[in-house]
């Protein structure tokens, strides 16, 4: 049988990386496998999810090309099926109603924890008289699952059986006096309606799991098979939350990060396809994915390794490709003023390309090709702006590349180097200098490819506000 595998993030937030990274553990192994990926919202929360996070969710699945193949189903939508099967349970026996208000629970319970002891629904409502259910009558009433005396265990995919004592479980709610169903119930009822034939999920689940292994008892179905992913962990190896960095999956996007990129960073953070081997692209990444190669320890998600990873596949994009990634990433009025001269675009694309590891980094490294440097680098004006020959050898330089008829690479380098040659200093000396002046950074691309996408015109006018800059600088000393 093909397996049917789901991923069921619930829209109380974004989606968070952990959730991205079960969704596509459970899409390759769809794919892989030639099996069926189904997407369900579990906004059974009524008062804490909200459309905005289902659409969230739903663009960050897209945005990763985690295509589901059925759903979007919406657990709202089946408030009607839960009660179905929850009064399935309740003629066999395997559940009760439950009268207690919140109020009278936390009573109780702060009773318990007072006497040092653990909290566990007391049973209050299981054998009620009859005098007792009058009395109650009027009152909203939940729905308890009677957790029966016995061993737990179910053989975990990844961590083998896993057994836990029923005696540790107490009469979870599984539909609430409002009509909502618990989590662990709606998941059940969900899992076997759908044939869902595996859980991937999170390791966090395991607990649930033991309650929904009780479930599918009582309703005499046989379970999924389970497999529970370790945690993904921030550098100081506790579970990975904002304090660490961005969480959402969009965060990513608008950081600049290629979804491919993305996509090959988390399949690694918690499988390894053996070897060194980081780069894999998606159709490696889906013939390659097995759940015999999860990892079974923790992963710790490494920002500076996805910038990294993020860089290679930007590099490895054509000029054109990467062009028009920036076109729909970059704000309109940036988009424009690329669009406005593709060539020039292009030319700029493929002296950067190999320095960017965001997308945000093109106009970060890259800001004076579309307009001077509005100030010098402190670092920069320190350093290379500091000799007193600086003015009068940017001046003279100003001259001479004013004269090139034919301004190119080679022209410009010429002249650069004759010039450090005729002054007695290493071409260094005046190669710094001049990019301070043309860029406005200490660091860049080769100094001759930008003077050469500039153009003649912009980098005589550069170099006249530098030298304007320098004698400004020098007459406040005096
Ligand atoms: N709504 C649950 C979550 O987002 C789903 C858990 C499951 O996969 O069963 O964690």
Request: with cysteine; net charge positive.
């Amino acid at each position: 049988m093909k397996p049917r595998v789901r991923i069921a993030p619930s829209p109380t937030g974004f989606l968070h990386v952990g959730t991205a990274r079960t969704a596509l553990y459970n899409w390759l192994f769809a794919r892989g496998e030639g099996g069926k990926f189904i997407l369900r919202i579990e906004d059974t929360d009524v008062n804490r999810s909200t459309s905005t996070m289902t659409d969230a969710i739903l663009e960050s699945l897209k945005w990763l090309g985690l295509e589901w193949d059925e759903g979007p189903y919406f657990q709202s939508d089946r408030f009607s099926i839960y009660k179905k099967y929850a009064n399935l349970l309740l003629k066999n026996g395997a559940c009760y109603f439950c009268y207690c208000t919140h109020e009278e629970l936390e009573d109780r319970k702060k009773k318990v924890v007072a006497q040092k002891g653990a909290w566990k629904y007391d049973r209050r409502c299981l054998d009620l008289s009859d005098t007792q259910k009058a009395e109650f009558k009027k009152r909203p009433k939940a729905i308890r699952f009677c957790v029966p005396e016995m061993e737990v265990n179910f053989e975990d995919g990844l961590h083998g059986v896993l057994k836990r004592s029923s005696n540790d479980i107490e009469d979870f709610v599984i539909l609430k006096s409002d009509g909502s169903p618990s989590y662990n119930f709606a998941c059940v009822v969900d899992d076997h309606e759908f044939n869902i034939t595996h859980v991937i999920r999170g390791e966090d689940h395991i607990s649930n799991t033991f309650k929904q292994i009780l479930l599918y008892k009582a309703f005499g179905w046989s379970p999924p098979k389970f497999i529970h992913l370790p945690l993904i962990l921030g550098h100081d190896r506790s579970k990975l939350s904002k304090r660490h960095g961005a969480v959402s999956v969009l965060d990513y996007r608008k950081d600049g990060i290629l979804p491919e990129a993305f996509v090959n960073f988390l399949a690694l953070l918690g499988w390894s396809p053996g070897g060194d081997r980081e780069i894999l692209s998606i159709s490696e990444l889906i013939s390659l994915f097995s759940l015999d190669n999860l990892s079974k320890t923790n992963s710790v998600f490494d920002f500076k390794k996805l910038e990294w990873m993020n860089g290679e596949y930007i590099n490895r994009l054509s000029n054109e490709d990467l062009f028009d990634r920036l076109l729909s990433f970059l704000p309109t009025t940036d988009s424009q003023q690329l669009v406005a001269n593709k060539e020039y675009g292009l030319k700029v694309i493929g002296i950067l390309k190999d320095r960017m590891r965001k997308l945000t980094d093109f106009f970060a490294l890259g800001d004076y090709f579309f307009k001077p440097p509005v100030e010098y680098d402190k670092d920069g004006i320190e350093n290379y702006f500091n000799h007193k020959e600086t003015q009068a050898r940017l001046s003279l330089l100003k001259d001479r590349l004013s004269k090139l008829e034919e301004f190119n690479i080679e022209s410009v380098e010429r002249t650069v180097r004759e010039l450090a040659l005729e002054f007695g200093i290493k071409a260094a000396l005046l190669i710094h200098p001049i990019r301070l002046a043309l860029t406005g950074k200490t660091v860049g691309p080769s100094l001759f490819h930008i003077t050469d996408i500039l153009g003649k015109d912009a980098v005589i006018q550069r170099l006249d506000r530098a030298i304007t800059f320098l004698r400004s600088a020098t007459s406040k000393c005096r």
